[in-house]
């Protein structure tokens, strides 16, 4: 294959082997039970004779999914050209890898993988000292199945709270640590499904979840989520129902708190595209959860706030996406400003040092212009090439922002 690109050398391996393949196979299939399962839809019948098979916790379905399997790895592992193609990727692979760098206390954070790592792993420095390692998700488990799902510091970053998923799970355990010497707290919390995490100071922080199921956590309906807050030191069975639950039962809820301190902001959905946006006024005690936003027609989300004023990117008339501004005190959709309006192509925005960087894909290439927060735009930001670019995320007291 030397002096060939990969991807044509796998056209010529497949085109070469194709028929021999396709006539390999000699061994059997399992075999696979139909019942006489059947539904009635509104007057319509529906057979489902492999319902059976939905119920994940028998005996009788992990059976037929190890014979299955047994077939197909039998199968592939016969195939010529696997192993050049496993060495070919390995190779092309084979390089490090960073993250942008962020900033939290004293300490500038990164991910890095050496190269062939199957989990980035977390460093930290201080100024030009050496890096030092804080999380390693390759050694979280001996066989490799538990991964790093996020990581949230406190604004001076002295604590941090990290998720893990055991074995690709989605329900997921979060484990706080004090970040000068990187020794856990006693609140770790168990079974957090689809969750954020954003802390209220140093007091806690919020998180969303479930109720777990009784039966399977993998085919058993997760359907009204619940936004807690968890105050640090305290049981997680006492942690408090901020929004959702049987009250305002939504499919999917996120909270989270604004730089400066001031706002909850929690979105709710019922599916995958629209959502409600609701805030909280954390200044004064026991505030009221204030809808800015209801009904599922648009997307919307909280980007930023200042001296009582929201930051709001959305798609309300605007499908490409445009950044309104609003009073805090007077959130309704009646009441926005467009700050910068929507163009031709799709707009998100990241904030940096009380500055606004406007991300665009134009042509799938990077554009990225830096706005005051009074909407005009200061700089086109020089890109070192074609491509796209991440990153332009950091707090309003930096001066500096890494991409």
């Known amino acids: ?234 049981p997680q069975s006492e942690d408090k129902l901020i929004f959702g639950g049987e009250a305002t039962p939504r499919r999917y809820i996120g909270g989270g708190v604004t730089e400066d301190g001031h706002y909850l902001v929690i979105s709710a959905a019922n599916a995958t595209y629209g959502n409600e946006l609701y805030i909280q006024d954390l200044t004064k005690k026991d505030a009221p959860v204030v809808p800015v936003v209801t009904g599922f027609d648009n997307e919307q989300d909280v980007v930023f706030s200042e001296k009582g004023k929201l930051y709001i990117t959305t798609n309300q008339d605007a499908p490409n996406r445009r950044l309104v501004t609003v009073d805090a005190a007077a959130p309704a959709k009646e009441n926005w400003k467009t700050l910068i309006p929507e163009s031709k192509f799709p707009l998100s925005i990241t904030t940096c040092g009380k500055k606004l960087f406007a991300h665009y894909i134009e042509d799938a290439v990077s554009k990225v212009y830096q706005y005051g927060l009074d909407g005009k735009m200061e700089q086109a930001i020089a890109l070192p090439g074609l491509g796209t670019a991440g990153g332009f995320s950091g707090k309003m007291e930096e001066t500096e922002v890494y991409y």
């Open 1 to 234: 294959m030397k002096g060939l690109s990969f991807c044509t050398a796998l056209l010529l391996m497949s085109m070469t082997t194709n028929a021999q393949q396709r006539t390999a196979f000699t061994g059997k299939y399992p075999d696979t039970k139909m019942t006489d399962q059947t539904d009635d839809y509104f007057g319509t019948k529906v057979s489902d004779p492999y319902r059976w098979l939905e119920n994940d916790m028998s005996e009788e379905t992990k059976s037929w999914v190890k014979e299955q399997n047994a077939v197909t790895n039998n199968y592939i592992s016969k195939i010529p050209f696997r192993n050049a193609i496993a060495a070919d990727l390995k190779e092309l692979w084979n390089y490090e890898k960073y993250s942008a760098p962020f900033k939290e206390g004293e300490y500038t954070y990164y991910y890095k993988n050496d190269g062939l790592q199957n989990q980035s792993v977390l460093y930290r420095q201080k100024g030009a000292g050496q890096p030092e390692v804080i999380l390693d998700p390759n050694k979280f488990s001996a066989d490799g199945t538990t991964s790093l799902q996020g990581i949230e510091f406190t604004k001076d970053g002295s604590l941090a709270a990290y998720q893990i998923s055991e074995g690709g799970s989605d329900w997921r355990k979060v484990i706080v640590i004090d970040t000068k010497n990187g020794k856990m707290k006693d609140d770790t919390l168990r079974d957090v499904k689809f969750s954020g995490l954003s802390w209220l100071h140093n007091d806690g922080f919020y998180y969303s979840s479930y109720d777990k199921p009784k039966g399977s956590q993998l085919s058993e309906k997760t359907q009204i989520h619940k936004l807690f807050y968890h105050k640090l030191g305290t």
